[in-house]
């Protein structure tokens, strides 16, 4: 086992010609909104600064914060939550041509923030872990747009509350075309 996996990473080294060059430095600024209207209304927000260091020339890792707002309205109640979190990702990237690189991202988050609905205010702590496919195109070699659709992931959110605790938990794995992200990415120093 140990043999296919060294097998594979090797293969995938020689064949990813990375666009980012080894010691640079990267700035990546994804943001995402939705809005659902079917009997009231949902919508979602989050944007995420990214600062990246490139450790070889197809491997970066960054560190950052994201910030979510969601806000629902249904008959006569509504609910809103902002959450602030600290976000760990890496990600490798793989060249198919010149300007378009596949680069699959897997980012760990934690945050805390604060909620209201109707039975009142409520502190919430979230943990999220996934992996993502995502799509760059480099307009120069120190611009791209970066796309990125679906993912597989993992998280919980508590809420602590007067009344008593509440606590979420989800895994999914998605790759619904409706649900696609968008960002840019600035490369400080790939000379």
Excluded: C
Excluded at 67 to 93: D, G, H, M, P, W
Excluded at 125 to 152: D, M
């Amino acid at each position: 086992m140990r043999h296919l996996f060294t097998l594979i990473f090797t293969i995938a080294s020689v064949w990813s010609f990375a666009q980012i060059k080894d010691g640079a430095k990267v700035i990546d600024l994804s943001f995402s909104y939705s809005d659902f209207n079917s009997n009231g209304s949902s919508s979602f927000s989050f944007v995420q600064p990214l600062v990246g260091f490139s450790i070889t020339e197809n491997q970066v890792f960054y560190g950052g914060f994201r910030y979510e707002r969601q806000k629902q309205n249904f008959s006569n109640t509504s609910s809103k939550e902002n959450i602030v979190s600290l976000v760990l990702a890496y990600e490798k990237l793989f060249e198919l041509n010149s300007k378009i690189y596949f680069a699959p991202i897997i980012s760990g988050s934690f945050g805390f923030g604060k909620g209201n609905d109707p039975a009142g205010d409520s502190d919430i702590s979230s943990f999220r872990i996934g992996i993502s496919p995502r799509l760059h195109y480099f307009i120069t070699n120190k611009w791209s747009v970066v796309a990125s659709v679906g993912a597989i992931s993992y998280s919980k959110e508590v809420q602590k509350s007067d009344n008593g605790d509440f606590a979420t938990e989800s895994f999914g794995a998605s790759l619904n075309a409706s649900n696609v992200n968008f960002g840019i990415r600035m490369i400080l120093n790939n000379e």
